[in-house]
């Protein structure tokens, strides 16, 4: 079984972002980047996909400058058997729809049975890209998945999808995108001998030529990127527990009016 | 109408639009000048929700009414809901932030071939364009952004907007199109509900309260959970905690859990890492119980209470009950 994975390169959360001169953009000079996290569920989803059934080929797929080769290594250090990097500038604006296109022009080219992604990429949190891949290609789709089993012929994939108050259990006919989140896996670390082998496993750079790409404006784009508005000072409240407590209570009733 | 702002409806699956629509009619309305218009997809309306859609302020609702739409399935509420969008040229079609709702517009959009603005947080005309505000980078900076064409396409945040009084007496045409329904690629098995705690969902409540590692364990949640049932909150926690096994992963607040904006957050024994900000950190009040004087949290939270939290919940909760009795 053939399986794609969509990966987004993401700057980490833990590094500071600052605007840059271009109010519709970050600086990126000094941002760590890494593989988004809900990304790597769906790589670890698709690597225990091909463990279980003992054969399969796993191919990562990236959109987005040079520096995403990193995230593509990556995940082949992860076990993923190659990976394709659409790299080009005609995609340097892309917004959800014409990452989407672009996306799914290679997925039509490689016509794997299974498409997983992310839950939602942390820097822009649009979660639109798969729901968009799977109209786009016309399967089906279900996303926020907690768990997955693919039947032995590789026909269908029952599916629960997290929903309020519960999971909703689908069979979709393969092919299918699903979308991974928090509690479907535990990714695995790279080990030294996949980080070794990485280095020799295919990375394929498409071109929007390639595709016969014609140039596709955004549909949704920045205006400008902002500060968050500074928070009002916030106040400790003093004295032994009883006395803070009860202040507590008066100040969320009486200035907060939060109860 | 060229001019209406669409909004989906969100329901309880019992024929009932859940309260978050309150906000998404309130905003709909509140940036078209009053065009908001309901849009429900649903295999079964009451009327009860009808009449709740228009005092909410909804000029109209388009009821598509089908077996084939329950439980949602994108495939078929797409196809369904494109066919009017053709036909009626929405100026906008706003969604809350749901499980369901997030996807179905995401592939709705690219149906329609426009831009998607998911998890707003506020909206401005500016001129004859729509300009949407939405937090990215963990909620680290705000984007503003805008759609090359209409409908404008946009999930609103729960727990942000201004809801919608309800007026009794407004009333709403109701029009029921047939909707257009594909054959089904996807087959529905069974829905296992979650054993429910009794306390309102995370997503939804007004009240979060949140507890950390500083919980020092699963059986300590109770303290949290009875303070809860007096001032009607649900109950989180940090991604440590699920993590320890302490709580179900749908608890988990922050970037890789819930996003949440309740009108008041508490949190317990919660350092206050930058990915647990990102979920909450829209929140209007905040509170941090945390012996650590130094804890991140701090820098956000409106009141804190340097002090050992399992002094402070019971005290707490006391004084809670005791306000509340009054
Ligand atoms: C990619 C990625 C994604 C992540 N996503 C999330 C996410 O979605 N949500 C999330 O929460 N985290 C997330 N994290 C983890 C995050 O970085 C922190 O590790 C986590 O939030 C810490 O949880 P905590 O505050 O409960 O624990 P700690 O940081 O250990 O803090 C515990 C706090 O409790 C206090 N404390 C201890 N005992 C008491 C007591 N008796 N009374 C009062 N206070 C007490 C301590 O002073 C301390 O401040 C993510 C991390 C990564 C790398
Ligand atoms: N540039 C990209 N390259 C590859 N996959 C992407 C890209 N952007 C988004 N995705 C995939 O789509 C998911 C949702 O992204 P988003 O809609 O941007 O939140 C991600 O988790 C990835 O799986």
Redesign the pocket.
């Known amino acids: 079984m053939k399986i794609l994975v969509a990966v987004k390169q993401v700057p980490d959360?833990?590094t500071q972002v600052k605007i840059s001169a271009d109010p519709r953009a970050i600086d990126t000079t000094g941002i760590t980047w890494?593989v988004s996290?809900y990304d790597e569920f769906a790589v670890e989803e698709a690597l225990r996909i091909k463990e279980k059934r003992g054969q399969g080929e796993v191919v990562a797929v990236s959109l987005g400058p040079e520096r995403v080769k990193e995230a593509l290594r990556s995940c082949l250090a992860m076990g993923c058997d190659r990976a394709i990097h659409l790299n080009d500038p005609a995609w340097n604006d892309a917004d959800t729809l014409v990452t989407s296109k672009a996306l799914a022009a290679v997925v039509k080219q490689e016509a794997p049975q299974l498409l997983l992604c992310g839950r939602q990429a942390?820097d822009d949190d649009m979660g639109a890209v798969a729901a968009q891949l799977a109209e786009l290609l016309g399967w089906p789709c279900a996303s926020w998945i907690m768990e997955e089993a693919i039947d032995g012929d590789g026909k269908t994939v029952r599916t629960a999808r997290q929903v309020e108050g519960g999971l909703e259990v689908f069979d979709l006919p393969l092919p299918a995108v699903l979308t991974a989140q928090?509690g479907l896996n535990e990714p695995r670390y790279p080990t030294l001998r996949g980080i070794m082998g990485a280095k020799k496993k295919e990375i394929r750079d498409v071109k929007a030529a390639d595709l016969g790409w014609a140039p596709e404006p955004p549909q949704l784009s920045v205006v400008t990127l902002e500060a968050l508005p500074p928070r009002p000072p916030g106040r400790i409240l003093q004295g032994d527990v009883p006395t803070a407590v009860k202040e507590l209570v008066r100040s969320l009733r009486e200035e907060a009016k939060a109860i | 109408m060229a001019n209406a702002f669409w909004c989906i409806v969100e329901d309880d699956r019992r024929g009932a639009p859940k309260k978050v629509m309150a906000e998404v009619i309130g905003e709909a309305a509140r940036v078209s000048s009053g065009q908001a218009e309901a849009v429900w997809l649903t295999d079964t309306a009451t009327e009860a929700g009808l009449t709740q859609l228009a005092e909410w302020g909804a000029t109209k609702v388009w009821l598509l009414e089908n077996a084939a739409l329950a439980p949602y399935r994108g495939e078929i509420w797409v196809g369904a809901a494109a066919e009017l969008a053709a036909k009626e040229r929405p100026k906008a079609i706003f969604a809350p932030v749901t499980s369901r709702a997030r996807e179905f517009v995401a592939r709705l959009a690219a149906r329609l071939g426009v831009g998607l603005a998911a998890d707003c947080v506020a909206f401005a005309m500016e001129g004859d364009r729509l300009v949407a505000t939405r937090p990215v980078y963990a909620g680290k900076l705000l984007a503003k952004v805008t759609w090359a064409k209409t409908p404008w396409v946009a999930t609103l945040r729960p727990n942000v907007f201004r809801p919608a009084e309800a007026r009794p007496g407004r009333t709403a045409t109701v029009e029921r199109p047939t909707a257009a329904t594909a054959a089904a690629q996807m087959r529905f098995v069974e829905r296992r509900e979650e054993v429910s705690t009794g306390l309102p969902e995370l997503t939804e409540a007004e009240i979060v309260l949140s507890g950390?590692?500083?919980m020092?364990g699963p059986e300590h949640y109770v303290i949290l959970e009875d303070m809860a049932r007096v001032i009607g909150a649900a109950v989180g926690?940090?991604?440590?905690?699920v993590d320890a096994g302490w709580r179900p992963h749908r608890f988990?607040?922050?970037?890789?859990?819930r996003t949440i904006s309740p009108k008041l957050y508490m949190g317990?024994?919660?350092?206050?890492?930058?990915?647990?900000l990102?979920?909450m950190r829209t929140s209007k009040v905040i509170v941090a119980?945390?012996?650590?004087a130094e804890?991140p949290?701090f820098k956000i939270a409106d009141y804190g209470i340097v002090?050992?939290?399992?002094e402070?919940v019971p005290e707490l909760t006391k004084e809670f009950k005791k306000l509340l009795e009054k």
């Open positions: 959360t833990a890494i996290p942390i928090k | 950390g590692r500083g020092k926690a940090s991604r440590a905690a988990q607040i922050g970037q890789t859990g317990f024994g919660v350092s206050g890492a930058i990915q647990h990102a979920g119980v945390n012996k650590d804890a949290i002090a050992d939290l399992f402070v």
